[in-house]
């Protein structure tokens, strides 16, 4: 979702809710350059990401394609057109207003509820039934809930319609409590990018700990394999979508030995990964 608002949108969702807060006047000329011909700036908003979801989508249709929910940092989102009104400036952004606790909060609830307005689109209008959502950095139990309520309010039932909604797991809280997490989500989806940040207290970002920076820390495979055993004695799927997979082959293996139900590659990974993740289903049928 990222992606779509940061190349295709450019503008902040909350500089489209509340126009008239935006006080730079080349962002407001932007605004209205971009968003001419919708008489409600929202509009541009919701249309513009439900095609780039729908689009994204088509080709995969029925199967199951996961949307994550928005995940820009403060400094993000401050970038985005608009932005600079609507955000605060934090000293570490990685571990501030980011995902799930935004989308209840009275600073971007409103913005949230163009996400889920566009979403409502592409499965109800559009007719991508298929397309199951994902929140992610959800810190607490009770934020899962408050989520959860956020999107009913804004037409997002879990179960209705067939909606599925799913978690990224990547904070360690989220594998301590997944007993607690699945009885509210559909499926786990493990983001290794930030697990490793917080297992191993690593700015993902620092260059000057990139060393440190391994997502084949014993600590980081043992929260991994502790995410998917509880996964799955809670009857939910699990799947890994950080960068892992692709970096190492070998991690892709331990992963499928582990009993992992998908996992995410990057397109120029992806010929040297799955051989070796054929190798390593072989590797068990003959065990």
């Not at 095609?51 to 993000?76: C, H, Q, W």
């Amino acid at each position: 979702m990222e992606f779509i608002i940061s190349n295709l949108i450019k503008i902040h969702p909350m500089a489209l809710v509340h126009p008239e807060r935006v006080t730079d006047r080349a962002a407001q000329r932007q605004i209205r350059e971009l968003t001419r011909g919708y008489l409600d700036p929202k509009e541009y908003f919701v249309q513009a990401l439900a095609l780039g979801i729908a689009k994204l989508t088509a080709p995969y249709y029925p199967n199951p394609v996961i949307v994550r929910m928005s995940d820009f940092k403060t400094n993000e989102y401050a970038h985005l057109i608009g932005g600079m009104d609507f955000e605060h400036s934090e000293e570490n952004p990685m571990l501030g207003f980011r995902g799930a606790s935004r989308y209840y909060d009275r600073r971007y609830r409103e913005g949230f509820a163009l996400e889920c307005r566009a979403i409502k689109r592409v499965r109800e209008t559009i007719g991508f039934t298929d397309v199951i959502v994902m929140v992610p950095f959800c810190r607490t139990v009770a934020e899962a809930d408050k989520v959860i309520a956020a999107m009913a309010e804004n037409g997002l039932v879990r179960g209705e319609r067939g909606l599925q909604v799913y978690m990224m797991c990547e904070i360690p809280a989220n594998v301590i409590l997944a007993e607690q997490f699945a009885t509210r989500f559909d499926g786990f989806s493990i983001g290794s990018n930030d697990l490793t940040q917080l297992v191993m207290g690593v700015d993902r970002d620092a260059e000057d700990l990139a060393a440190l920076f391994d997502e084949r820390n014993e600590a980081v495979k043992w929260m991994i394999s502790e995410a998917i055993r509880k996964a799955h004695a809670a009857g939910i799927k699990i799947g890994i979508c950080g960068q892992a997979p692709s970096n190492y082959p070998d991690f892709a293996a331990f992963l499928v030995q582990k009993g992992i139900d998908s996992i995410s590659l990057n397109p120029d990974s992806f010929l040297k990964t799955v051989s070796r993740i054929a190798q390593a289903e072989r590797d068990l049928d003959t065990a």
